[in-house]
């Protein structure tokens, strides 16, 4: 990858040049050292009306993402600082003849630009300019035209002529411009009086008001509608740049409730979990079975088989001659269309589909009950694992700068691949579009092999703590304030990593490139739905075959995926490679089908709780917060508020997915770990824990193991089987005759 990106680099050095400097309507890099503007390091746009007026066909007709199409017909100098206004002291132009023009002399300006012919002669206009402008990277923006002046107090009450009288210091009446007809008002403490005056200016006056000013200047040719575009942009300029202050001001609440609540809230999910593990995935469960139910009943009434339907439509024709208003009528009308068999065959499918789906799943779970109870014992030691290495749920939090990395490094370099060279139009070309096929892989590979890690290093410190149970009290890391000695897991955690990095790497790049290769396959397939999506409008059968290929392709990957991460746990588990932990997954799944469907129905229910209850909280609390505090509403709007919340809603988001990440790597590791105990250690498991062992049924062989035979006897005739039962009778009957005389 890194070759491939110094290739496109060095191919395409104009690129960094444009991505680095910014660049005016000749040619010339802004700032860059060397050239002749090279102390000219900001941008300014001194024409953006007339750049907007001229191509204003083109923004009516287009999305804004295509609006970087029309870049090179926007005005653009170099200036060496970014106006802050008029100046009246050293009146100052842009462009002219002074403007040095050392770039392309071939270069062609856009349609705003004199010249451009390609003889190297360019006559660059001149621009007078009157906002002031922000600098944004090197750009300057306009941000407004209008300029405040210092308040003037005014007093109506007493008059002017009776003030001069009071001998106060009034020597002359103002004149208000707004109110021609005025003359009889005075200014308090103006310049030039003093302390003494300005006080009994005070005292006298009765009525007083204060005049706020605010001046434009404008050119000479200036009307209503020369900058009306100009005035727009600068309303959305200093709306972002108000948002953004906004941000920058609630961060300290935004690290708060985006990235330590999240946390917060999942070391409290998982102490709920552990006192209420049945309540909650019962409850999950049930919540499912509902929500298909009522799903299903839906299709069927939008395909007008409800139940209810008859008695709508009979409201809705009868009551009061029709005249029922509400959503009654509303809602009669509509199943009076449905039953004349308008898109009411569309929506029995669906119904159809769904209704299937709902009773598969009832009946799934009547019979895996066993399995549920299962589920729930792993989820209730889940938690003892989290009490004991509570760093496991901030592990993956160290891993998204280095994936928010490569991800932004993935992005500049494909950037650079594919960018076009001059002159080209048809620039992907076979060269260019394998060198970003193998690029994004690279960049997919390194994506995966990194979550990999994280995952195989919490698998291996899960079996660790599973094979070496510490007792009950010693594992409440938390009960003891995640005190030094115990470190709350992070010795194990970080001996656990550097475990898979000293062994492991080879087994995690194989798994990694199997899940890229996958992901490449999709998207290709995904590029090839997208670039035939006009033959696909024509062609019914050819859109339902690409949905249907693209459905395949995506149970596929998350079928490998799946498989994947087992294997990775089992690699964590026994030191094989990948492959054998491959199949040692197949083999798991063949035996138990129902307990791993149960477990992954049961964390896709827990990881939904997660993400959506967590982002959900945080976003309302941060509202409540920010709207409570009256001054920043006040200060920075509404949409600053909003802003902010979605910001703390995405990243509550992200932690809270890695949260639930970290949940359903320890379930699935322990529920790994407990039936391989189980196979392998006939009679007597070894290393689970009481509380599992009873939820697997398994205390009454280990009984039976410790006590040997004889103490069959001596168990209570209730927790004996009958022919137990007989061999018992027999044995007491033999012995009954061995003892007569």
Request: charged share 20%.
């Amino acid at each position: 990858m890194a070759f491939i990106f110094g290739i496109a680099v060095s191919h395409n050095s104009e690129l960094f040049d444009a991505i680095w400097y910014g660049q005016d309507s000749y040619g010339q890099f802004c700032g860059k050292k060397g050239t002749a503007t090279a102390d000219l390091d900001k941008v300014l746009f001194p024409d953006l009306d007339g750049d907007i007026a001229r191509n204003k066909q083109f923004f009516i007709t287009n999305p804004w993402w295509e609006y970087h199409k029309i870049l090179d017909d926007v005005t653009r100098l170099c200036v060496k600082e970014c106006p802050s206004g008029p100046s009246f002291e050293a009146p100052r132009e842009y462009g002219g003849p002074d403007y040095p023009i050392g770039g392309d002399p071939d270069f062609e300006g856009g349609s705003g630009i004199e010249g451009g012919s390609g003889s190297g002669a360019h006559n660059v206009p001149v621009y007078q300019y009157t906002y002031k402008t922000r600098e944004l990277v090197d750009y300057c923006l306009p941000e407004t035209d209008q300029y405040t002046t210092p308040d003037v107090r005014l007093c109506a009450k007493p008059s002017c002529s009776d003030a001069m009288r009071d001998s106060v210091g009034i020597t002359s009446c103002l004149t208000i411009d707004s109110f021609q007809s005025v003359n009889n008002t005075w200014e308090i403490c103006a310049a030039g009086t003093s302390e003494a005056m300005c006080i009994a200016q005070q005292t006298l006056c009765s009525y007083e008001l204060r005049m706020e000013g605010l001046q434009r200047f404008v050119l000479p040719d200036h009307t209503t509608d020369s900058d009306k575009y100009t005035k727009r942009l600068t309303e959305y300029f200093r709306l972002l740049h108000n948002v953004y202050k906004g941000v920058y001001a609630a961060a300290p609440q935004i690290i708060a409730f985006g990235l330590c609540m999240p946390l917060a809230i999942g070391f409290l999910w998982g102490l709920l979990l552990y006192l209420f593990a049945a309540v909650i995935v019962w409850t999950l469960i049930i919540f499912l079975l509902t929500g298909m139910a009522m799903l299903t009943t839906i299709f069927f009434a939008q395909a007008g088989y409800a139940p209810w339907t008859e008695d709508l439509l009979d409201v809705a024709e009868g009551s009061l001659n029709g005249t029922v208003i509400g959503e009654v009528t509303s809602v009669g009308l509509r199943y009076a269309e449905l039953e004349q068999g308008v898109d009411s065959m569309f929506w029995l499918g669906p119904a159809a589909i769904c209704l299937v789906i709902t009773l598969l799943i009832f009946i799934f779970v009547l019979v895996n009950l066993s399995a549920i109870r299962r589920a729930i014992a792993i989820i209730e030691e889940m938690c003892k694992v989290v009490s004991s290495i509570p760093i496991l749920l901030i592990w993956p939090i160290f891993s998204m700068p280095i994936q928010f990395g490569l991800i932004g490094f993935g992005c500049v370099g494909i950037l650079f691949v594919m960018y076009p060279e001059t002159d080209q139009d048809d620039y992907l070309d076979g060269q260019t579009a394998i060198m970003s096929l193998v690029f994004g892989g690279g960049i997919i590979w390194c994506l995966q092999f990194v979550k990999a890690f994280e995952y195989m290093s919490m698998a291996t410190a899960v079996v660790d703590w599973y094979v070496n149970q510490p007792n009950e009290w010693d594992s409440i890391c938390l009960s003891k304030f995640c005190s030094l000695f115990k470190g709350c897991g992070i010795g194990k955690l970080f001996s656990a990593s550097f475990l898979v990095a000293s062994f492991h790497l080879g087994s995690i790049a194989v798994g990694s490139f199997i899940i890229t290769v996958c992901k490449l396959i999709n998207l290709l397939f995904s590029l090839l739905d997208w670039t035939t999506k006009d033959w696909q409008k024509e062609n019914f059968l050819l859109r339902m075959l690409m949905k249907c290929v693209r459905c395949a392709i995506w149970c596929i990957e998350k079928c490998i995926e799946f498989v994947s991460y087992y294997a990775y746990i089992y690699v964590a588990m026994q030191g094989c490679s990948f492959c054998t932990g491959a199949k040692d997954t197949f083999t798991l799944i063949a035996q138990h089908p129902g307990q791993t469907a149960i477990n992954q129905v049961v964390n896709r229910l827990l990881g939904c709780m997660l993400t959506i209850s967590t982002p959900l909280v945080c976003g309302a609390l941060l509202f409540w917060h920010l709207d409570d505090t009256d001054w920043f509403e006040r200060k920075y709007g509404e949409r600053a508020v909003l802003i902010a919340v979605c910001i703390t809603v995405v990243a509550a988001f992200l932690i809270s997915s890695s949260v639930a990440g970290v949940y359903s790597c320890i379930m699935d590791t322990l529920y790994l770990s407990a039936f391989k105990d189980m196979k392998e250690n006939k009679p007597l498991v070894k290393h689970m824990s009481d509380d599992m062992r009873l939820a697997f049924a398994l205390d009454k062989e280990k009984a039976d193991f410790e006590a040997g035979k004889s103490a069959k006897e001596f168990r209570p005739i209730k927790q004996r089987s009958s022919i137990e039962l007989n061999v018992s009778a027999t044995r007491l009957e033999r012995a009954r005759k061995h003892i007569r005389p």
